[in-house]
């Protein structure tokens, strides 16, 4: 299997929707929430990241700006939400592959702390935690 990682592009969009959607069980939300997120100024689009094996997008991370306030500061910190691999493709290492490629670009691009945000009973937020 000879999976590519690349940035999302346009022609995605749709693709991207039905990974989500799939991934998180039929559900509107995941896939809503990338669609609410592209339409801010938190949207990075080099942290939007697809898994693509011949020519299908098996899998899709999103990485984007947030604020977290310390009394009167702001830290511009990336948040991790989400990340979605159609249920054929998991637990082969996909997830693992755009999560690596995600942190890198952050790094590249000068972001130094990424949070994760998910429900902990989700398979990703046990491997991270445990």
């Known amino acids: 299997m000879s999976i590519i990682i690349r940035s999302e592009i346009e022609s995605d969009h749709t693709q991207v929707h039905d990974v989500n959607w799939v991934a998180f069980g039929n559900r509107e939300d995941e896939a809503t929430l990338v669609e609410r997120i592209r339409n801010t100024p938190n949207f990075v689009p080099q942290l939007s990241i697809v898994a693509e094996l011949d020519g299908e ?52 691009l000068g972001f130094y702390i990424v949070l994760l945000i998910g429900h902990p009973s989700r398979p990703l937020m046990k491997t991270l935690f445990a």
Do not use: W
């Not at 054929?88 to 952050?106: M, T, V």
């Open 57 to 108: 997008i098996v899998g899709h991370l999103l990485l984007s700006k947030a604020e977290v306030v310390d009394d009167n500061n702001l830290h511009e910190v990336i948040v991790l939400a989400p990340i979605a691999v159609k249920p054929d493709y998991q637990k082969q290492g996909i997830g693992k592959q755009l999560i690596y490629e995600g942190l890198n670009r952050c790094k590249e």
